[in-house]
């Protein structure tokens, strides 16, 4: 009985480990089948950025969904998810408890992913109390302006490298102030957790621009192909060449003086505009954006239907809206604004009764929130513009993209709307906030099917209507892009 006892203990380890990679395989398959259809959670996305950067840690989440199309949908980096989430104390431990759910499934290299994200989840949960409320040691903050000098700078080797002689310095006691290089240590592994979340995202953008390269590489032999063959058949026909010196219709007429309206713009010297190309890099090295092929429009929008009134190709319509889109994404960001990322979760009102052959998904947006300076009485008896107060939040840019927004029963595309809620039945005009701070209130967007509806949490402040260039508002529904701006009042 013995003998057999060890042989059994082996096969029952045997069956936990092979239900523990069932669990762990279907676990990462429904978090990839909600990132594809626009419903997944943080959590989701740290587990769809596993599969990427190891795809052999994820082949049964991919194979029954057959190849690995991760170009199908946009992929939300580490980085961007944590900083999604801010200090929402509650989001972060519901984070934390589906990073410790995978650490308890996962057994190969994956393990020391779902380590790092768990530092940086501990990392932000202890920092939520430090920014909410004073502390009375004035050290502390001084010392840890410090260590954010020392190691912020440091490149994971380097922190790595640091780790190892802080380690071999505690094993080796002596007179040492033990507190101290504890307090490092754990600092550094922090610093290190930030460091591996940086060459996460690092990874996951070369792999998407290398699978962009490749895909574009292929365009343009197409497209080569079909310009040869064009070429050939212009010159077996009667059309002459152009001449040398003969100017092309296509050609820019030349700008032999400023325009008007470019005198008024700002100028800067060479220096100030490498810095600002530099930081402007930085920006969208962070925010992950990678330009994609705009996926085919599903069965349900791309039917031909009589009571559609429209007579355009829908792809072209599609083109347009796509290229609207972009082309507000592409601005980029101005020094007085922030990029306004995190939703408020609400729910849509008679989602039940779509199409069945209908899956929701959040729109995609681009939204951004104006930051400028107050000059009222106060500020201006202690600040000046040397030293200016601190920012405050002047105004929002919304724009968000509908592209596939299907026709009501009438058969007429509704414009998407906006409505302005209030906690606590507080009215408009009332204040009910503390002195010194703003009310807030939550902007829901409305559409329809395939979209739900989607909210974010703005200052409550009267809005600006007025037509002025500088503050003008701006509300309007075009080739399938919602725009709202608005600036508050003075």
């Known amino acids: 009985m013995s003998r057999k006892r060890p042989a059994a203990d082996a096969a029952e380890a045997a069956w936990v480990a092979d239900e523990d990679r069932f669990v762990l395989q279907q676990s990462k398959k429904k978090a990839l089948l909600r990132a594809k259809s626009g419903r997944a959670s943080p959590i989701d996305w740290l587990a769809v950025t596993l599969s990427i950067l190891e795809p052999g840690s994820a082949q049964g989440a991919w194979d029954d969904d057959g190849a690995k199309d991760d170009e199908e949908f946009e992929i939300m980096e580490p980085e961007i998810v944590f900083e999604g989430l801010g200090e929402d104390e509650a989001a972060l431990k519901e984070l934390m408890k589906g990073i410790d759910g995978y650490l308890g499934l996962e057994r190969g290299a994956g393990r020391s992913y779902w380590e790092t994200m768990k530092t940086i989840c501990q990392d932000r949960l202890k920092q939520i109390p430090a920014s909410s409320q004073q502390t009375s040691a004035r050290g502390v903050g001084s010392v840890a302006g410090d260590l954010d000098k020392l190691l912020a700078p440091k490149s994971l080797p380097e922190l790595e490298?640091?780790?190892?002689?802080?380690?071999t310095k505690l094993s080796a006691g002596g007179n040492i102030d033990t507190d101290y290089w504890e307090h490092l240590l754990r600092t550094l592994l922090s610093y290190k957790a930030k460091a591996k979340l940086r060459e996460i995202g690092s990874?996951?953008?070369?792999?998407?621009?290398?699978?962009?390269?490749?895909e574009k590489v292929k365009e343009a032999d197409s497209l080569r192909a079909q310009l040869e063959l064009s070429q050939n058949d212009t010159n077996n026909g009667t059309e002459p060449d152009l001449k040398a010196g003969e100017r092309h219709p296509l050609d820019p007429e030349p700008l032999l003086r400023l325009r008007s309206d470019d005198k008024q713009l700002h100028s800067m010297t060479g220096t100030d505009f490498a810095e600002k190309l530099a930081l402007d890099r930085q920006r969208v090295v962070k925010k992950g954006f990678i330009p994609m092929q705009h996926r085919q429009a599903s069965a349900a929008s791309s039917e031909p239907s009589a009571k559609r009134q429209r007579t355009e190709d829908p792809s072209s319509t599609v083109t347009a809206q796509q290229a609207a889109f972009d082309r507000e994404v592409s601005r980029g960001l101005r020094d007085n604004e922030e990029l306004v990322t995190t939703e408020v979760p609400v729910e849509t009102k008679h989602i039940d009764r779509w199409p069945s052959n209908v899956k929701p998904r959040k729109p995609r947006y681009f939204c951004r929130l104006t930051l400028g300076y107050e000059w009222n009485k106060y500020n201006q008896t202690h600040y000046d513009a040397d030293n200016p107060p601190p920012r405050v939040?002047?105004?929002?840019?919304?724009?968000?993209?509908?592209?596939d927004l299907m026709p009501r029963e009438d058969g007429v595309v509704r414009a998407p709307t906006y409505k302005i809620e209030r906690e606590g039945g507080r009215k408009r005009g009332e204040m009910m906030a503390p002195a010194g701070e703003d009310d807030t209130c939550v902007i829901r967007f409305i559409s329809g099917p395939p979209y739900e509806d989607i909210a974010f949490r703005i200052v409550d402040k009267e809005w600006d209507y007025s037509a002025k260039r500088e503050r003008g508002f701006r509300s309007s529904f075009d080739k399938g892009v919602l725009t709202l701006h608005f600036m508050f009042k003075k």
């Open 393 to 403: 939040v002047q105004g929002y840019r919304f724009n968000i993209f509908y592209p």
């Open 161 to 167: 490298k640091l780790e190892k002689q802080i380690r």
């Open 203 to 214: 990874q996951i953008t070369a792999g998407r621009l290398e699978s962009l390269k490749a």
